[in-house]
Structure formats: structure tokens, C-alpha cells
């Protein structure tokens, strides 16, 4: 197993990630942050390789420069997590990859193991090794809205479909740019119809953003299976 030398890689996020860093950091929080990583990854068991979906991270604390990444090695990752602005990123990925690398106990796993609500249909479309990437995407942006409070309770109060209009908002973001879009991506407008305070609104990338519609659209869609089940439950009593 790659085992990271935290003073190569803080070396790496000053001189490779972003030149200027070093005169925003502090090395005890690089070597906290580098504990954190290396806590996780022992528990996930393997050194996945990463593909980050989005293509540019976006840093309004340092001068609004957008850092261009492709296909990252893991010790290049490594180094990007030092970045404590970053954290969404892992956070993300953390989602995404722990199932795939086999850790059982990930966050993921976690809350469907706690409440059951993770079933298999009798005859799947797709065997679970063959679930395409964009399937698993969602379900990990949505496990990712359930874990910062976004849970089924707190979405039950949206009863004037905001979640459907959130939604919508971002698919017709990603949809007006599609696969030709630039930093300025991020930049767009508060829509007319988006249905929260203006600091909700975080346009990422058109996938990323198409990621987030899919997930938006599920939990509209078990809203409104919950509505139902009472309504059914009152009628009943």
C-alpha cells in the first residue's frame, strides 16, 4: 500500500497545487489534515484510481483562479486533499468509491444498512458490478444531501414542490451549457424560479449539476410516496 510522505506532498500543494498557499496555511493543520487521509483510505482497504467528474475546482479565497484537473494519480489527489477547500471534493469522492473498493462500513453503506431501505428488484436491469457510473452518482449525491441534514423529515416540509423547481433549475442550468462550458460555469445567475435563499445556489459543472437534478428528483419522488402512505394511513384510521 502507497504509504504518503506528508512533507513531499505539502511541498507538492505549495509548489504544484497552488504557488501562493503556503503563505495561507498552517503545517500542523497539512499534517492533521494528512492523518484524516490516511485514517480513511486505511479503512477503505485499496488505493482506488480517481476520475473527478468535475475538470475544475473552483477557489473564490485566492484570487478566483480555476485549477484545471484531468485524470489525478493517487498521490496527486493526495496532495489536492491537503486543501482544506477541497473538503466538498472528498467528501464526494468518499461517496462515490468506498462501495466499489469494498469497505462495507462506508456512509453509504452505513445508512442503508440501518434502515433496510436498500433493495434488489427479482430480476435487475443490471447486475451490481454493471450499474453505470451516472446511477451511482446520483445515489451518492443523494446520500451526500441526506448526510449534510437534507433528510426525508426535513424534505416532508417542502410541500410546495421546491425540490421538483431545485431541480429543475439545475437541469435547466447544465442543459443551456452542455459539454462545452467553461469556469465562467459557475458564475450563472440565480434563477428566476429557484426556490431558496441565493447562497443554495452552487452551480459546478453541467454533469456535476445534472447529478444533483437526478438526486433532487428522488427526493421529490419519495416525498411524495410518504405523503401518500399517510394520507392512506388516515383514511384508514
Known amino acids: ?15 504544484a497545487v497552488i504557488p501562493d498557499y503556503g503563505l495561507h496555511t498552517d503545517s500542523i493543520l497539512l499534517t492533521r489534515r494528512g492523518e484524516e487521509i490516511k485514517k480513511v483510505f486505511s479503512l477503505l482497504g485499496s488505493w482506488p484510481s480517481i476520475t473527478l467528474a468535475e475538470a475544475e475546482l473552483y477557489r473564490d479565497d485566492l484570487s478566483q483562479q480555476d485549477i484545471r484537473i484531468g485524470r489525478l494519480t493517487m498521490p496527486d489527489f493526495l496532495t489536492l486533499l491537503f486543501d482544506p477547500y477541497s473538503r ?6 468518499i461517496l462515490k468509491h468506498a462501495e466499489r473498493a469494498g ?3 462506508c456512509p453509504e453503506n452505513e445508512y442503508r444498512n440501518i434502515t433496510g431501505e436498500r433493495t434488489q428488484p427479482e430480476s435487475p436491469l443490471y447486475e451490481q458490478q454493471d450499474i453505470p457510473e451516472a446511477w451511482r452518482d446520483v445515489i451518492a449525491e443523494r446520500q451526500r444531501q441526506i448526510n449534510i441534514g437534507r433528510t426525508p423529515e426535513h424534505d416532508d416540509q417542502y410541500e410546495n414542490g421546491s425540490l421538483a423547481l431545485a431541480a429543475a433549475c439545475y437541469a435547466r442550468q447544465a442543459g443551456m451549457w452542455g459539454t462545452d462550458w467553461s469556469v465562467y460555469y459557475r458564475d450563472a445567475v440565480v434563477p428566476d424560479s429557484w426556490p431558496w435563499a441565493r447562497e443554495y445556489w452552487k452551480p459546478s459543472s453541467p454533469r456535476r449539476d ?3 437534478a437526478a438526486a433532487l428528483i428522488l427526493a421529490e419522488i419519495e416525498r411524495h410516496d410518504r405523503a401518500t402512505a399517510r394520507k392512506a394511513n388516515n383514511n384508514l384510521s
Open 88 to 93: 466538498s471534493e472528498w467528501d464526494d469522492f
Open 103 to 105: 469497505n462495507n462500513s
Open 1 to 15: 500500500m502507497f504509504l504518503p510522505d506528508y512533507n513531499n506532498i505539502s511541498k507538492r500543494l505549495i509548489k
Open 210 to 212: 445534472l447529478e444533483k
